[in-house]
């Protein structure tokens, strides 16, 4: 089970902490995956972390601003926003892949499980 939390509304310019908390199983040997979807749009891709060496990717309209990471210990991911922009609202979901094939983080079928998702509002 994957439970996202930490969205909100909050105005462009401004930051948020997602965090993804992992139960029944532990995902500290799985790839860790954020997505977003915005209304009327299909799900994309936003950040991937690799369990091997913590290795990140990042789609072109979040790098420099967001930024994934990992507590294996407390079995969470995170996905550090900053300077929020109204077109970052959508529902933000976290996913765990058991080896995500390399080139290919971007795409959900490389990941197993998903979260529920949470709403994250910017407003300009």
């Known amino acids: 089970q994957l439970q996202a939390s930490g969205g909100g509304l909050v105005q462009a310019g401004g930051y948020l902490r997602l965090s993804c908390a992992a139960s029944?199983?532990?995902?500290?040997?799985?790839?860790m995956g954020w997505f977003r979807q915005a209304p009327g749009r299909e799900r994309e891709f936003a950040a991937a972390?690799?369990?091997?060496?913590?290795?990140?990717y990042y789609s072109d309209s979040v790098k420099g601003r967001f930024t994934i990471s990992r507590d294996n210990a407390k079995n969470t991911v995170y996905l550090q926003m900053n300077s929020l922009k109204p077109e970052d609202t959508a529902v933000y979901y976290c996913?765990?892949?058991?080896?995500?094939?390399?080139?290919?983080?971007?795409?959900?079928?490389?990941?197993?499980?998903w979260g529920q998702g949470t709403q994250v509002t910017v407003s300009s």
């Open positions: 029944g199983r532990t995902f500290s040997r799985y790839d």
């Open positions: 996913a765990a892949g058991s080896g995500l094939r390399v080139g290919l983080e971007k795409y959900e079928y490389e990941y197993n499980f």
């Open positions: 972390i690799r369990w091997s060496d913590s290795s990140t």
